[in-house]
């Protein structure tokens, strides 16, 4: 990342399936995760002591049934760890990947899941994490985290928060930018992207010009993502920023960072 003259950076630069229905299931491989709705895809009898069932999928949401020992129930959808299965009775809700290692399939093989290949990143549609970046010096610091939603398998929105570090100054950015991925489908994917967003700069109390400096912006970003394993790609970020500080004055700044990102 290059940085900062004046204290900132370098400028310029499926329905429920009645009792004797489930007996005939037929067995099959899980669908891999992603939007979320399978039919039904396999029948599993819990093992374990009990097999808890929660209202939604996530640890935050509350158990409200516990599936018994010897209890078959039919796995009806999957998202990302979680598993939404039915109990003959009819109940349903979502049980964790962790807890369904405690059941086997008709053949009374133990359930096993595979790790997210890349295929599931492929798919993927939505992403999270963090990079940082640093002058040689050290002396100026950028630490970026993003979120992002792929809503088709070229375009996705990326809502960007960076913070910079100087020896003079603090500058925070909100970003949201469209980003063009014309690669895909492969394990090294380039992209491209513009947005705009918001810049607020604070220079340190001890300066004898510590006027706050803000604006909005517009922003410019080439960068890449490579698939590393499981749901982890490794990110790089180069961005231009167009800082508005006035009707008729702008700063140009540039920043870049390396990062990891987990996708679901």
Known sequence: ??????????????????PAAEQAAPQASVAPPGEGAASRVARVRVIGPYLDLRSGPGRGYPIFYAAERGEWVVIELRHTD???????????????????????????????????????????RFEVG?????NRSGSTSFTR???????????????????VQTKTATATLWTASLLAEPWSDKRLSPFVGVGVGRFDYKPNDTLVNNQLRDGNMGVFTL?????????????????????FVSDTDYRNYQGGTIGLSLHF
């Open 1 to 18: 990342m290059t940085l900062a003259s004046d204290g900132a950076w370098a400028q310029d630069a499926g329905a429920a399936a009645a």
């Open 82 to 124: 979680w598993f939404k299965v039915r109990t003959p009775r009819g109940t349903s809700g979502w049980v964790s990947r962790e807890q369904m290692k405690q059941t086997v399939t008709e053949d009374g093989v133990p359930f096993e899941l595979a790790d997210p290949s890349l295929q599931d990143w492929l798919q993927r």
């Open 130 to 134: 963090v990079g940082y970046g640093a």
């Open 145 to 163: 985290a993003w979120a992002g939603w792929r809503f088709t398998d070229t375009l996705s929105l990326d809502l960007n928060f960076g913070d």
């Open 223 to 243: 960068g890449a993502r490579y698939f590393l394993s499981g749901r982890v790609a490794l990110r790089v970020d180069y961005s231009r920023y167009a800082v």
